[in-house]
């Protein structure tokens, strides 16, 4: 059984950077993914990564800010955040699942609170 485990977030100032990171154990799986979810609105997707990073894919909203990367001896998944803005502020939360599957194992969420 894969468990994701994810750290890294904090306390920002606007314009500001910061790398999650996303340990798991157990077997690599096909997509690690970035979602997240601010208080009172429903969780979003923000990035993803195949195994081969063939396959990479950003929310509209975090496109030029975010990258995501994978240290796959280390199986883990990184989320570099650059730029942040205040509506970045939320949970953020790794997942992952299996080629043409749905998102089936969640981390427990990180918070990223942006201030100025």
């Known amino acids: 059984q894969v468990q994701l485990v994810e750290s890294g977030g904090g306390l920002v100032q606007v314009g500001g950077s910061l790398r999650l990171s996303c340990a798991a154990s157990g077997r690599i799986r096909f997509i690690m993914g970035w979602f997240r979810q601010a208080p009172g609105k429903e969780r979003e997707f923000v990035a993803a990564?195949?195994?081969?990073?063939?396959?990479?894919d950003y929310a509209d909203s975090v496109k030029g800010r975010f990258s995501i990367s994978r240290d796959i001896a280390k199986n883990t998944v990184y989320l570099q955040m650059d730029s942040l803005k205040f509506e970045d502020t939320a949970v953020y939360y790794c997942?992952?699942?299996?080629?043409?599957?749905?998102?089936?194992?969640w981390g427990q969420g990180t918070q990223v609170t942006v201030s100025s």
């Open positions: 997942a992952a699942r299996d080629y043409l599957k749905e998102y089936d194992t």
């Open positions: 990564r195949s195994l081969n990073g063939g396959i990479t």
